[in-house]
C-alpha cells in the first residue's frame, strides 16, 4: 500500500513539474497530468493483487485456508474486497497528494489563467470525475489482477500476463497503421480504455468516454474473476 502511494506520487508530482505551457491554450491536460503516477501504481496494485492469491499456493497455505473455508469462491470473494479496500485507501491518498501537488506547481509552468487554464481543484467537477475514476480505476486493475492469479496460480505468470495485458496494448496501438483497429484496441485494451477517466479537456476527440472507458476494464475484472472463481471451484488445490 506505501508503495502503491509513494510509487503514484512521485511519478505524478514528477510529471507536473516537467511539463510546460509557454502559450494560450496549449494543448495540455493538466489534470491528466496530474494523475500520469497512476499509469505506474497500477503495476504495484496489479502485483499486491497476484500475490493475495498466488502467495498462499507457493507456500501450500492454501489447502488450509480451504479446510477452514470450503467454499472457495466465499475466499474469492473475501480477497478481493481486501484487496480492492487497501486499493482505495492508498489510491485515494496518492490520488488526492498528486492533485494537490499539481494545483501548487503547474501555476509556475504556464498552466494559469492567462493561458486560458483554472486553478486545478479536486472540487471542480472534470477533476473530481478525473481523481475518483483513478481511485477506481486502481481497484479494478486490483480485482483483474486478483482473478488472474485464481486463474494460473503461479505469481510469475500472474504478474506477466497482467503487466503484458496492460501496458502491450497501447505499445500495440502506436504500430497498428490501420485506424480502424488501432481504434478497436484504444476502445478496448483495458488500461488505454480505463485511463480515459482521467481526461479534463477535449473530450470529444478521445476514443471512448471517460465513464465508458471505465466501464470496459469493470468488464475486463468481472470477466477474469468469473473464470478464476470458476476453476477455483473445479480445480484442486
Not at 74 to 85: D, F, R
Not at 128 to 136: E, M, N
Not at 186 to 194: Q, V
Amino acid at each position: 500500500m506505501l508503495a502503491i502511494t509513494v510509487l503514484t506520487l512521485a511519478v505524478s508530482a514528477a510529471a507536473s513539474s516537467s511539463v510546460t505551457c509557454p502559450t494560450v491554450d496549449c494543448n495540455q491536460d493538466p489534470g491528466k497530468i496530474s494523475l500520469a503516477g497512476v499509469e505506474l501504481g497500477q503495476a504495484v496494485a496489479a502485483i499486491l493483487a497476484v500475490l493475495a492469491v498466488s502467495g498462499e499456493y507457493s507456500t501450500g497455505m492454501i489447502r488450509v485456508t480451504f479446510t477452514a473455508m470450503p467454499r472457495r469462491t466465499t475466499v474469492l470473494a473475501a480477497k478481493a474486497a481486501l484487496v480492492s479496500g487497501f486499493t482505495l485507501i492508498a489510491g485515494s491518498v496518492a490520488v488526492l497528494g498528486s492533485v494537490l501537488v499539481a494545483r501548487l506547481v503547474m501555476p509556475g509552468h504556464g498552466f494559469t489563467a492567462a493561458h486560458g487554464y483554472r486553478l486545478l481543484s479536486p472540487t471542480d467537477g472534470a477533476v473530481l470525475r478525473a481523481a475518483a475514476g483513478s481511485v477506481l480505476y486502481l481497484a479494478l486493475i486490483a480485482l483483474l489482477s486478483l482473478g488472474i492469479a485464481a486463474l494460473v496460480r503461479d505469481s510469475a505468470v500472474a504478474i506477466g500476463l497482467v503487466l503484458g495485458l496492460l501496458y502491450l496494448s497501447p505499445i500495440i496501438a502506436g504500430v497498428v497503421t490501420d485506424p480502424h483497429w488501432h481504434s478497436r484496441i484504444e476502445r478496448y485494451a483495458p488500461m488505454s480504455a480505463g485511463l480515459a477517466i482521467q481526461a479534463t479537456r477535449n473530450l470529444a476527440a478521445l476514443p471512448i468516454g471517460p465513464w465508458e472507458g471505465l466501464g470496459v476494464l469493470a468488464a475486463w475484472a468481472a470477466a477474469a474473476l468469473l473464470t478464476g472463481g470458476a476453476v477455483l471451484r473445479l480445480r484442486d488445490a
